[in-house]
């Protein structure tokens, strides 16, 4: 697996760093409220695992798995729900927490769909953001790390599924995404 990746951008003492950093920022910010996060599964796994445990404060946490990928590099833009409900945020201090802001194709349809059970406020919290024009207008308010628009896997993320259990975020080898099928 570790001969796969081509470099290593954020180790782990690296990403635990910024994670206390991360969540010293929302502590602070949510203080005075409380917090439903809602976490997009798989990729912000690992992430939201981490960032969490720093965070002191009351909230309820909330998954909602998403596809929008399907299995390739190149995002399609169309965003299924794997849940048909909602989850339940009236009223609350929402904080979506992703692994990586790409094409915003994601986060817009989340937010979107957030929005429709009338949340308090709306945050948007990712490890990872990429430098890049994006399809969708789409920000984060809290970012670990802006990054080059390279594919990444590692600490949450895949490529087809695999490397999500890497304890760094590193860069795939350009050979391995151009393989058809594995
Ligand atoms: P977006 O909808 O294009 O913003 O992409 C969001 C989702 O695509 C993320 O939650 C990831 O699952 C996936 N993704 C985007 N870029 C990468 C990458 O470099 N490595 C692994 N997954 C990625
Ligand atoms: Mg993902």
Same mark, same amino acid.
């Given at each position: 697996m570790q001969s796969d990746i081509e470099r290593v951008l954020f180790d782990g003492p690296a990403i635990h760093k910024r994670l206390d950093e991360m969540a010293a920022q929302i502590t602070a910010d949510y203080s005075d409220r409380e917090l439903t996060v809602i976490a997009i599964l798989t990729g912000s796994l690992m992430f939201m695992s981490d960032l969490l445990r720093r965070i002191p404060l009351p909230l309820k946490l909330d998954c909602l798995s998403v596809v929008s990928y399907h299995g390739k590099t190149? *995002?399609?833009?169309e965003v299924i729900f794997k849940q048909l409900a909602v989850p339940d945020v009236a009223d609350r201090d929402v904080l979506i927490l992703d692994d990586i802001l790409d094409t915003g194709h994601t986060l817009a349809a989340v937010r979107k769909k957030l929005e429709t059970a009338k949340p308090r406020s709306i945050r948007i919290c990712v490890l990872l953001s990429k430098r890049k024009q994006r399809a969708r207008d789409v920000d984060a308010d809290y970012i670990g790390f802006e990054i080059d628009d390279e594919f990444v896997v590692g600490y949450g993320l895949d490529f087809m599924e695999r490397y999500?259990?890497? *304890?760094y975020v590193g860069v795939l080898r350009k050979e391995l995404l151009e393989q058809p099928n594995q």
């Open positions: 190149q *995002p399609s833009g999500r259990n890497l *304890p």
